[in-house]
């Protein structure tokens, strides 16, 4: 299966900050990467999919890029609402893998 | 608007079976591919199973291949997750997700999840 590694497992940011989050897969999934946001308690949210289309109500502060097997997702100024635990998948191949995580705290 | 509630989860003994429901609004539950994904208390997503549009292809995990089965009722707009010989390790929140596309591609929607614990 595709192994989805993703960098660094905790990111220590202050508001305003931009933030870049990193995903590698083991095997060249081409542009099919989605990225999720998951807050405590709450079901995931996808935030992006395939090449760098925002899913509706997505603010435009997050940003995403990559292909073939390394991937981003950028956060232009961190606001408040963004603490939280965000989760690369790729759906280019079964079964679809997730990346373990990136939790991004307030410094 | 989009709505998915799963239904279905509890405590049940190892060895047993329990079926999972997703009854679905707001979209053309026939046209999507649907998706269960699960987490495991303070661990991270894990994707179970998916069925296509047309339900006749499905792709499982590995882990689960075997014992759980994915079906949809399109008269009813339900996904259903049937599984069996249950272990320690399946005890997740699972969550049921609506695809991007026909053959499912991305969880576009989720539902909130339900919690399976398999303990004995």
């Known amino acids: 299966e595709t192994v989805m590694t993703q960098s660094p497992a905790t990111l220590s940011v202050s508001p305003g900050e931009r933030v870049t989050l990193s995903c590698r897969a083991s095997?060249?999934?081409?542009?099919?990467v989605a990225w999720y946001q998951q807050k405590p308690g709450q079901a995931p949210r996808l935030l992006m999919s395939?090449?760098?289309t925002r899913a509706t109500g997505i603010p435009d502060r997050f940003s995403g890029s990559g292909s073939g097997t390394e991937f981003t997702l950028t956060i232009s100024s961190l606001q408040s609402d963004d603490f939280a635990i965000y989760y690369c998948?790729?759906?280019?191949?079964?079964?679809?893998?997730f990346g373990q995580g990136t939790k991004v705290e307030i410094k | 608007q989009v709505q998915l509630v799963e239904s279905g989860g509890g405590v049940v003994q190892p060895g047993t079976s329990l079926r999972l429901s997703c009854t679905t609004s707001g979209f053309t539950f026939s046209s999507y591919g649907m998706h269960w994904v699960r987490q495991a208390p303070g661990k991270g997503l894990e994707w179970v199973a998916v069925?296509?549009?047309?339900?006749?292809?499905?792709y499982y995990r590995d882990s689960v291949k075997g014992r759980f089965t994915i079906s949809r009722d399109d008269s009813k707009d339900t996904l259903y997750l049937q599984m069996n010989s249950l272990r320690a390790e399946d005890t997740a929140v699972y969550y049921c997700?609506?695809?991007?596309?026909?053959?499912?591609?991305?969880?576009?929607?989720w539902g909130q999840g339900t919690l399976v614990t398999v303990s004995s």
């Open positions: 998948q790729q759906y280019n191949n079964w079964p679809q893998t």
């Open positions: 997700t609506k695809g991007g596309h026909f053959f499912g591609y991305y969880s576009h929607y």
């Open positions: 069925i296509f549009y047309d339900g006749t292809t499905t």
């Open positions: 395939g090449e760098s």
């Open positions: 095997q060249d999934v081409i542009t099919n």
